[in-house]
């Protein structure tokens, strides 16, 4: 895999103000109010993202770049992750939405400040322990986590009930369905990376795996596709569900995808940021959870892909024997390769129909593999071998463990920046509200 090359003061500062700008306009819209309600348990207020946001990047740029004193340090502990559940931060003190809205216009001013003071180091990723500041690392880190929280508020956005905020959405390419899979022959590959500048640590170091032979699905599964497994009775029989599983859909009630509805005759609508519009059946399925996905692969006599199948498939370059950054080389990715979102809300709010990008296709011919949904695989989340927590053990290290699945790929609201064939998102089994769908595969003896 290719390093890139070294960073601009210039470049890093359009990065951080692109994710400042889609913070903007996902909370500007809404009235106070909006703001501070918590629309459901699994999210924090919208409020309270808009102060984290500010609060990592004063801890990370203006304190531990720059140097700089603190400008309220009573609101480390309030915006801490991990100090206070989503469920609980509603009763915090938190910072109303115009002071909240101050406080990260101001630390805004430093951190542009610390920037053009920056000395960039032409080595673009700096080695766990180094000085951080160096490459640029710890800006295009700080930008990075603003884009992921854009896609948690869009999260928000799709649980909050009341009429439409967001903007519909801009048109996507026509789909091209398919309805199969393709080999992946056995060998060895490289997992991971030890030199994308922009990786977290549980994406490195690289390293080579042994993979056997599997088949993978061309297309993510789509609406139709998975309602027939609703339509079959999928939800109804245990005989698709691992104990976990049916425990939650027996439980909870759940017979469908959440946001689906019902009119008596076949999944038929859905709910999408305040409107209710035909199911599309050519999109792929999303807010799926892991133990949906993985009952519905066992309807199919299939399962669903390990991490390592799913990269192999999605970045490695058999003729080369090289990984590729992206499914289809090292070029950044285009609205023509793939549906990501832009700088704002995202580009059209919804996944894309199946077969919309072949020119997104990676070596082996599997399409769709970056942005549309997440992907959920068979893999628990854990370091690859010599994994070091870097730059904090918060971010990845404290969610190792059975309880996390991997999910790969990125969705339509997932940014470019974010979007990489060796980036690892993780969440529980459980998770529905999470804009993740899946693809299956199947082993081939070699």
């Given at each position: 895999m290719s390093t890139l090359a070294a960073p601009r003061v210039e470049d890093l500062a359009a990065q951080l103000d692109a994710a400042r700008g889609r913070t903007l306009a996902l909370t500007d819209r809404l009235d106070d109010r909006d703001l501070v309600v918590q629309h459901s348990a699994l999210m924090s207020p919208l409020v309270w993202d808009l102060a984290h946001v500010a609060n990592y990047e004063e801890l990370w740029l203006a304190r531990a770049a720059g140097g700089?004193?603190?400008?309220?340090?009573?609101?480390?502990?309030?915006?801490?992750?991990?100090?206070?559940?989503?469920?609980?931060?509603?009763?915090?003190?938190?910072?109303?939405p115009v002071a909240a809205?101050?406080?990260?216009?101001?630390?805004?001013?430093?951190?542009?400040?610390?920037?053009?003071?920056?000395?960039?180091?032409?080595?673009?990723?700096?080695?766990?322990?180094?000085?951080?500041?160096?490459?640029?690392?710890?800006?295009?880190?700080?930008?990075?986590?603003?884009?992921?929280?854009?896609?948690?508020?869009?999260?928000?956005?799709?649980?909050?009930s009341g009429p439409p905020v967001l903007d519909d959405g801009g048109a996507l390419p026509p789909g091209r369905p398919y309805d199969g899979d393709v080999l992946v022959p056995g060998g060895v590959c490289t997992l991971g990376t030890s030199t994308d500048p922009?990786?977290?640590?549980?994406?490195?170091?690289?390293?080579?795996?042994?993979?056997?032979?599997?088949?993978?699905?061309?297309?993510?599964?789509?609406?139709?596709?998975?309602?027939?497994?609703?339509?079959?009775?999928?939800?109804?029989?245990?005989?698709?569900?691992?104990?976990?599983?049916?425990?939650?859909?027996?439980?909870?009630?759940?017979?469908?995808?959440?946001?689906?509805?019902d009119d008596g005759a076949g999944w038929y609508a859905r709910r999408r940021f305040g409107r209710v519009e035909a199911l599309p059946p050519d999109e792929p399925v999303q807010h799926v959870g892991f133990h949906e996905a993985s009952a519905y692969a066992r309807w199919r006599g299939r399962r669903l892909p390990t991490e390592v199948e799913w990269e192999k498939a999605c970045g490695w370059d058999p003729s080369t024997r090289r990984a590729r950054r992206f499914p289809w080389g090292d070029e950044e990715p285009t609205p023509e390769r793939a549906n990501l979102s832009d700088d704002r809300t995202g580009a059209a709010l919804r996944p894309a129909p199946v077969g919309a990008y072949p020119a997104g296709a990676s070596a082996y011919g599997v399409q769709q593999l970056l942005g549309d949904v997440w992907e959920w695989t068979s893999t628990r989340f854990g370091g690859y071998p010599g994994f070091r927590a870097w730059p904090y053990r918060e971010y990845s290290q404290v969610f190792f463990g059975p309880e996390h699945r991997v999910l790969r790929g990125g969705s339509w609201a997932t940014h470019p920046s974010v979007a990489r064939t060796t980036f690892r998102n993780w969440d529980y089994p459980i998770r529905r509200q999470i804009f993740a769908g899946f693809r299956t595969a199947v082993s081939v003896p070699d």
């Open positions: 700089l004193e603190p400008l309220r340090p009573e609101l480390d502990d309030l915006y801490d992750a991990f100090a206070h559940p989503r469920r609980d931060r509603p009763a915090l003190p938190l910072l109303e809205r101050q406080y990260a216009a101001q630390v805004r001013v430093r951190t542009r400040d610390v920037l053009a003071a920056a000395d960039l180091d032409a080595e673009a990723m700096p080695a766990p322990g180094s000085d951080l500041a160096r490459a640029g690392y710890l800006y295009a880190m700080v930008s990075q986590h603003e884009q992921q929280h854009a896609e948690t508020m869009l999260a928000t956005h799709q649980l909050r922009w990786s977290w640590d549980n994406e490195r170091p690289a390293h080579a795996v042994e993979v056997a032979s599997f088949r993978i699905d061309v297309l993510p599964v789509t609406n139709a596709q998975y309602a027939s497994f609703v339509a079959a009775g999928g939800y109804h029989d245990p005989a698709y569900w691992t104990k976990d599983g049916w425990a939650q859909v027996h439980g909870d009630g759940i017979t469908a995808p959440l946001f689906w509805s």
